[in-house]
Structures are given as C-alpha cells and as structure tokens.
Nanobody, 123 residues
Framework: QVQLVESGGGLVQAGGSLRLSCAAS????????MGWFRQVPGLEREFVAA????????YYADSVKGRFTISRDNGKKTVFLQMNSLKPEDTAVYYC????????????????WGQGTQVTVSS
C-alpha cells in the first residue's frame, strides 16, 4: 500500500502560479511512476503530468506543456507540480497517483491515489 497526501491547492488569479506537493509513504519502492491528474465535476479525470522516481523521464498533457513542471525529491519521497501562467480552465481538483508500471500515463495503471486538492483560477 502506498499512501499519498497532496497539498498546495488554493485560489489564484489567472496568470498566477501555484505549487502542488504530493508526499508518498508506505511501499513506495513498489512504484515506478508518479502522476498528477485533474477532474472537473461531471467530467472524466484527465492526465496532467507524470515522472519516474529514477531517470529523467517526464511527460505532460498538451494542455499544460510549457506552463507546468513536474519534479521530485527522492529523499523526501515527494513529487511537485509547479503550475505557472494558470488559466481559468485549469480549475479542477488535482490528484496525485502512483503506478507500478514505468513511464505510464494511463489512468487505469495508477493504483494508489491521494484525496485531491482544489485549484481554482479566477479570471
């Protein structure tokens, strides 16, 4: 079991920045990939970004490429999502997730999920 706790969400004006954190604990050695997803009420959860615990692999959704940066601190078992140039359409609940599969962005392959943190971008 892997436990994930997100933090850092909030309300920000368009053009502003937020930094989300995801602290992992438990059997983190069983996971290769960490991801961020987001969900708006009534819509499906969508992929945002992913990173592997080792190596330099990262992947971004086209909608956030160039604005968001995913990074990690292996010693603290924490993953970050730096969100810059935020837009109202980035408003969603953001979830951190862990997958055993290396280099994946498929939602179905992420078995462990955090409780989510709300990000609201005002226009």
């Amino acid at each position: 079991q892997v436990q994930l706790v997100e933090s850092g969400g909030g309300l920000v004006q368009a053009g502003g920045s937020l930094r989300l954190s995801c602290a992992a604990s438990g059997r983190t050695f069983s996971t290769d990939t960490m991801g961020w997803f987001r969900q708006v009420p009534g819509l499906e959860r969508e992929f945002v970004a992913a990173i592997m615990w080792s190596g330099g692999w990262t992947y971004y959704a086209d909608s956030v490429k160039g604005r968001f940066t995913i990074s990690r601190d292996n010693g603290k078992k924490t993953v970050f999502l730096q969100m810059n140039s935020l837009k109202p359409e980035d408003t969603a609940v953001y979830y951190c997730a862990a997958a055993m599969a290396p280099g994946t962005r498929r939602l179905t392959e992420f078995a462990s999920w955090g409780q989510g943190t709300q990000v609201t971008v005002s226009s």
